[in-house]
């Protein structure tokens, strides 16, 4: 169970089952972070946009914590990112969902798929499989090998879903009309891993549906990974949120900020200065005024003046220390 942090100041306002259809509010965003790490300007910039969509709207914001890839997590690392949250003001709604305590949800949910003929086992290497095509992601498009049933004397230990040559489109509200071949781009794509771990897509899509969101704004690097979780959503017969992804941060070199582009942790010192820039990332500068605020003023008046119109498609460059007097709009 995941530790709350001493200072926090949770309040649970989330009626007792979210996925019931009964006193549903109409706006449930979340903020789903993987504890590989602290969070970083980048993921703050996600978290600050989900957060401040759902305030905006007087809805709920809910938090998950997507430990499912084991081997990448780091230990401490969810209860550091939980810190950092109520450090920086963010106060989430009802109890953080653990996907690591999530199993018997996805095996339901795989269960359905084998029930229904969507899935079929694969036992293709990662070796195998270096020389399929790949679509503009670098992702490998699965040539449909296991499709008609898995060779002789193979052993099957993945599971995939099968995915139809048709566009799949949803209405991004930053991002407009996006639209996906799952076949042509992706191909049939993997739900249970042969290490045994469900997939990070069929997690998502359960537990979106369970935790009862409505309203899903993350980073851009997922725009492309919503097509496959739309269409579990569809074969698992769950509701599809709408979505936003907001533009990535990059370091100078271009690179999207993480571990492995060794992005510095949030400071636990000059929050309000790091939240300015967060905003200031998302076409939200805080007014001249508000230069030396605390979170909680920042975050009341960004989400008295949210627009998500305003954050742009493209991705910003990180500015590190010093810059951070700059992102202030000077008062009219
Ligand atoms: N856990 C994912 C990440 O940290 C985000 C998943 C999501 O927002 O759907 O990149």
Known sequence: MLRRPASSRIRDRTPARHNSGVNSPSYIGRFAPSPTGPLHQGSLAAAVASYLDARAAGGQWRVRMEDLDRPRCEPGAADIILQQLDDYGLHWDGDVLVQSQRDG???????TLQAR????PCACTRSQLADA???HEGEIIYPGTCRKGVPDGLLARAWRVRVPDVSTRFLDRIHGDVQQNLAREVGDFVVKRADGLFAYQLAVAVDDAFQG???????????????RQIHLQMLLGLPTPTYAHVP???NAAGQKLSKQTRAPALPAHRRGAEL?????FLGHPPPAKLAGAEPAELLAWASAHWKIERVSTRPAVARFASATENALTPDP
């Open 105 to 111: 949800a996805y095996a339901a949910a795989l269960n």
């Open 117 to 120: 003929g969507a899935v079929y």
């Open 133 to 135: 095509p790949r679509n």
């Open 213 to 227: 969101i409505t309203h899903i704004v993350r980073g851009a690097d997922l725009l492309w990974n919503t097509p």
């Open 248 to 250: 990535l941060i990059t």
């Open 276 to 280: 300015t820039q967060a905003l200031a």
